[in-house]
């Protein structure tokens, strides 16, 4: 067990200086550099040159790229240009609200996706079945856009029930109660919004993996043992169909820290997503390779716990 | 006490194709005594499997009508909860593939176990674990102990089917269905298998049904045989009876198929088992199988006749049949 989470932790390592240099060359591939559009164009070239020398920007690839790691590594990401703060205060903030943001649409998307998939996947072709699959169809279908702003505008506009944008309320003190109320109304309507459209996909596959799972042999054996339906289907068929979903799960806790583009600009919610969108077409370059960075970052540590958590639930799946 | 394990009358397993049923099962009647072992044999197809399951009651969508009396209980109109209490205990099944027979994400002691605790609510942990090792060393399984806490694939498949039958025979049932239990495996573990079977026969004291497409293993273990075609019984006797004398065209056939020594070509049968939705339902269901016969000899409507005590076939054109001229000729040709 051990053993192979070590090994899988030697394999992450490469994965992630691989990532670190492909997203450098991709920086420096952009055109322009840190200084072009930031200083007034009546400049003497001169002065702008010798900033470039002080700054580093015209030493050699490997040199800038060396000084950037360091950099990285001591969680110095450089300065944003646009909000005039280091980078990795600026990305904290966002990044506490991204993960709120998520963690709560896990949780929705969770509490719907299993006991629907499990309905529906324990009486596969009856009414409910099918009431059930035809609501996956349209999540398919429906783009995330979509359902946010009709979303927005039945229970925020219409009925007034929850905030349009935002995070919080202005005018509260952190800490308080009243505070903590505010952040998590602004949270419910982005939260469930997405949970209903990233939902679908997880009931169709939980469901296709308990129809899968009644027919195999080893539920047979356990009706000859005298097993009740109620425990056939909790100790054998449930067990075995949560395994795939299990192993999703890491990949669904990358997107913890990435945060939905879609939805925080619909919602005007100051996270990840926005934040990501804003730097690129702001060309806030030392933010945008940040953040792609902490993306790549979570991808690959999403993967990682996928399989981590794999080999802790399926047994043939661990090295001896 | 009467010595009747197991009385099944006019027993029909139908399944639904499109919007009909069709029997797989049909019209079977059998008895079973104490400490018998009856062997059920038929080519693939014939029906032998789907008996078996509608004993255990183990078809999830099938009509089954007639009877199936288990020390006088009728299991056919049985409650799921009365069911669930015979399943496993007084009834115990062994299939035919111990590589997907078992759960593959729950130990190998915890399998076991579960059949215990399910019949057993009583049992400590500690009494039931004491058994579970009780019982793989019963089955022939080395270290116990440690295979107690392995998983099936941790396992070769003769060890997995040993530890299927450990599972069937953990509650010491008076019926014992095994449904071609070697089929799945290397000659050298068949007979070992085999050997389990009779040894753990002669310690419980339980009635076997053997469902086998092997004559071999069904002239080792049997007592009594039942031969099955397309869904009915078409000969039920003795097995030294039935070996020495069979008497249906089928039964007759089938023992032809064993290769002998010195013998060039398998002697083949005739076309294939028709399938469930293109049975013929009236007259003799073999006689598409065996052309050459003048179909005036076939009964209308066949039964099982005794023609000896305990000796039964179905249908009279047993007297009439001999083995084709072309059959005899492709035999000696070699046409496979």
């Given at each position: ?320 | 006490?009467?010595?009747?394990l ?26 079973l005594n104490k400490n018998e072992v009856l062997g059920i ?47 496993g205990?007084d009834m115990a099944m062994i299939f035919q593939?111990p590589?997907?027979a ?6 190998i002691?915890?399998?076991i176990?579960?059949a215990l ?14 058994r579970v090792i009780e019982l793989l060393n019963l089955v022939g399984i080395p270290r116990p102990?440690?295979v ?7 396992l070769s498949g003769g060890m997995r089917q040993r530890v299927v039958i450990a599972i069937a025979i953990s509650n010491k049932p008076e019926l014992l269905i095994a449904d071609e239990p070697t089929t799945a495996l290397d000659v050298t573990i068949q007979a070992q298998i085999l050997d389990l079977i009779r040894k753990l026969k002669e310690e419980m004291n339980a009635g076997i049904i053997l469902i086998t497409?092997d004559?071999g293993v069904v002239a080792e273990m049997a007592d009594r045989v ?13 097995v ?97």
């Amino acid at each position: 067990m051990w053993k192979f989470i070590v090994r899988r932790l030697f394999v992450t390592f490469p994965q992630i200086v691989i990532l670190s240099v492909i997203i450098f060359i991709l920086a420096q591939m952009m055109p322009g550099d840190a200084l072009t559009g930031l200083i007034d164009p009546n400049i003497d070239p001169a002065a702008i040159e010798e900033q470039r020398e002080r700054l580093g920007l015209n030493n050699p690839w490997y040199v800038q790229y060396s000084d950037w790691v360091k950099g990285v590594v001591q969680g110095d990401l450089g300065q944003s240009f646009r909000y005039k703060m280091p980078v990795s205060d600026l990305i904290e903030q966002r990044m506490i609200n991204t993960f709120w943001l998520s963690l709560l649409t896990l949780i929705f998307t969770y509490a719907m996706a299993i006991p629907l998939g499990i309905i529906s996947g324990r009486w596969n072709d009856t009414w409910l079945d099918r009431a059930i699959t035809g609501y996956t169809y349209i999540g398919f279908a429906a783009p995330l856009f979509i359902t946010a702003l009709l979303m927005v505008w039945v229970f925020g506009f219409h009925f007034g029930w929850f905030p349009t944008g935002g995070s919080v309320a202005p005018g509260l003190t952190p800490g308080t109660f009243e505070y903590f109320i505010s952040k998590l109304q602004h949270l419910l309507l982005p939260a469930f919004s997405m949970a209903v459209i990233t939902t679908v996909s997880t009931v169709q596959y939980l469901r296709s993996e308990i129809i899968d799972t009644k027919q195999k042999d080893f539920i047979v054996t356990a009706r000859a043992k005298g097993a009740p339906e109620s425990r056939v289907y909790n100790r054998h068929i449930f067990r075995n169909s949560l395994l795939p979903i299990a192993a999703f799960f890491g990949y669904e806790i990358s997107g913890l820290i990435g945060g939905s583009i879609f939805i925080e600009s619909i919602f005007s919610f100051p996270g990840m997503g926005q934040l990501f969108l804003d730097s690129v077409l702001l060309r806030d370059y030392s933010v945008v390779t940040s953040v792609v960075l902490i993306f790549g970052i979570a991808a690959i540590l999403g993967a990682l716990l996928s399989d981590i958590i794999l080999s802790i639930v399926d047994p043939r799946i661990r090295i001896k | 006490m009467s010595n009747k394990l197991l009385e099944i009358k006019n027993l029909s397993t139908s399944f639904r194709i499109g919007d009909d049923y069709y029997a797989a099962v049909d019209d079977v009647t059998l008895t079973l005594n104490k400490n018998e072992v009856l062997g059920i044999v038929g080519e693939s197809g014939s029906g032998k499997s789907a008996l078996a399951f509608s004993i255990m009651r183990l078809h999830n969508r099938a009509k089954i009508e007639g009877s199936i009396l288990l020390n006088d209980q009728d299991i056919v109109d049985m409650s799921a909860a009365n069911l669930n209490k015979l399943r496993g205990d007084d009834m115990a099944m062994i299939f035919q593939d111990p590589l997907t027979a078992l759960n593959p994400l729950m130990e190998i002691g915890e399998q076991i176990s579960e059949a215990l605790l399910l019949h057993n609510p009583r049992m400590t942990q500690k009494q039931r674990k004491q058994r579970v090792i009780e019982l793989l060393n019963l089955v022939g399984i080395p270290r116990p102990e440690f295979v107690y806490e392995q998983f099936p694939h941790e396992l070769s498949g003769g060890m997995r089917q040993r530890v299927v039958i450990a599972i069937a025979i953990s509650n010491k049932p008076e019926l014992l269905i095994a449904d071609e239990p070697t089929t799945a495996l290397d000659v050298t573990i068949q007979a070992q298998i085999l050997d389990l079977i009779r040894k753990l026969k002669e310690e419980m004291n339980a009635g076997i049904i053997l469902i086998t497409h092997d004559l071999g293993v069904v002239a080792e273990m049997a007592d009594r045989v039942a031969v099955m075609y397309a869904g009915q019984i078409v000969e039920i006797a003795e097995v030294h009876t039935l070996f020495e004398n069979p008497l249906h065209p089928y039964t007759k056939s089938l023992l032809n198929s064993v290769p002998t020594e010195g013998q060039d070509k398998l002697h083949v049968i005739q076309g294939i088992v028709p399938s469930l939705k293109n049975l013929p339902r009236k007259g003799c269901r073999f006689a598409s199988r065996i052309p050459w016969i003048d179909a005036s000899v076939h009964e209308e409507n066949p039964v099982l006749h005794e023609v000896k005590p305990g000796h039964f076939v179905r249908c009279s054109c047993h007297t009439h049949f001999y083995f084709s001229e072309e059959s005899k000729e492709a035999e000696k040709n070699g046409i496979s």
